[in-house]
């Protein structure tokens, strides 16, 4: 599955947590602060608390198959 940069609309290959491509995000928020959100949606989703409180509990499953 691939996301697209919310932004610019380019294609997100890298399975990343944050639907922002690099450029886009180091415009936005700079090069220090876009790599600390990079990497904490990163832990966030390798822990699986991105859904936390979701009551969706369907969209959880199907988001736990593509990972």
Do not use: P, T
């Not at 940069?5 to 890298?14: A, E, K, W």
């Not at 491509?21 to 090069?31: K, L, Y």
């Amino acid at each position: 599955m691939s996301d697209k940069c919310v932004y610019c609309r380019c294609d997100l290959n890298d399975g990343r947590a944050v639907s922002v491509c690099d450029r886009c995000g180091r415009h936005v928020w700079g090069d220090k602060m876009f790599n600390a959100i990079k990497s904490s949606m990163g832990n966030a989703k390798e822990k699986g608390d991105l859904f936390q409180g979701s009551v969706n509990e369907d969209v959880q499953r199907e988001f736990r198959k593509a990972a």
